[in-house]
């Protein structure tokens, strides 16, 4: 029974995030929101987190994966890519 509580908790948050794009949420605003104690909390969101569904950056923010910005390394292949076809029309 506690398993299925905490899955359909753990629906319920994802269709959150997914129903507000850009939602970004502390642990202490989660709790607020879903009114959970911290410990529900944290194992909800941390399931999200573990399934690849929510990440937890620098900021202690909660957003989803496609929410969260590019990492460095994609935005160095985005300018090489982007200075070699500025390149060739120069050319």
């Known amino acids: 029974m506690l398993n299925e509580t905490l899955d359909r908790l753990v629906r319920r948050i994802e269709c959150e995030f997914?129903?507000?794009?850009?939602?970004?949420?502390?642990?202490?605003?989660?709790?607020?929101l879903?009114?959970?104690?911290?410990e529900t909390c944290v194992t909800a969101l941390?399931?999200?987190?573990?399934?690849?569904?929510l990440v937890r950056e620098g900021d202690l923010r909660y957003r989803r994966v496609?929410?969260?910005p590019m990492t460095l390394p994609l935005r160095r292949a985005a300018?090489?890519?982007?200075?070699?076809?500025?390149?060739?029309?120069?050319g």
């Open 79 to 90: 300018t090489r890519r982007t200075a070699g076809v500025a390149g060739r029309r120069a």
């Open 34 to 38: 879903w009114t959970l104690d911290r």
């Open 46 to 53: 941390g399931e999200l987190v573990d399934h690849a569904f």
């Open 18 to 32: 997914l129903e507000m794009p850009g939602l970004q949420l502390t642990l202490e605003q989660a709790q607020r």
């Open 66 to 68: 496609l929410d969260a």
